[in-house]
């Protein structure tokens, strides 16, 4: 069991850029994907990128080349890293440790 604690969402016009953090605690090293969910109001929550242990990521079509996933082995970490940001792009993120643990989520809006 691992406990997860988003930040970094926020207000951002579009075109901008934000960066999501995702604390891990817990027995890090047993987790094989991490992953990053966004849930838009009205809408399913959907996935947008994950990360293997080995460092294998994939993303969701509506965000390849705009969003990077990463993780720090060291320090415990996971990030989302998001660039040209659209308005649609506003959703609350959510961290996910292998598709069954979660955060308490992050609100991202994307708006002038």
């Known amino acids: 069991q691992v406990q997860l604690v988003e930040s970094g969402g926020g207000l951002v016009q579009p075109g901008g850029s934000l960066r999501l953090s995702c604390a891990v605690s817990?027995?890090?090293?047993?987790?094989?994907?991490m992953g990053w969910f966004r849930q838009a109001p009205g809408k399913q929550r959907v996935l947008v990128a994950i990360?293997?242990?080995?460092?294998?990521?994939n993303y969701a079509d509506s965000v390849k080349g705009r969003f990077t996933i990463s993780r720090d082995n060291i320090m415990h970490m996971v990030y989302l890293q998001m660039n040209s940001l659209k308005p649609e792009d506003t959703a609350v993120y959510y961290c996910?440790?292998?598709?069954?643990?979660w955060g308490q989520g992050t609100l991202v809006t994307v708006s002038s």
């Open positions: 996910n440790a292998d598709f069954n643990q």
């Open positions: 817990g027995n890090f090293f047993s987790i094989n994907n």
């Open positions: 990360i293997t242990r080995g460092g294998s990521t």
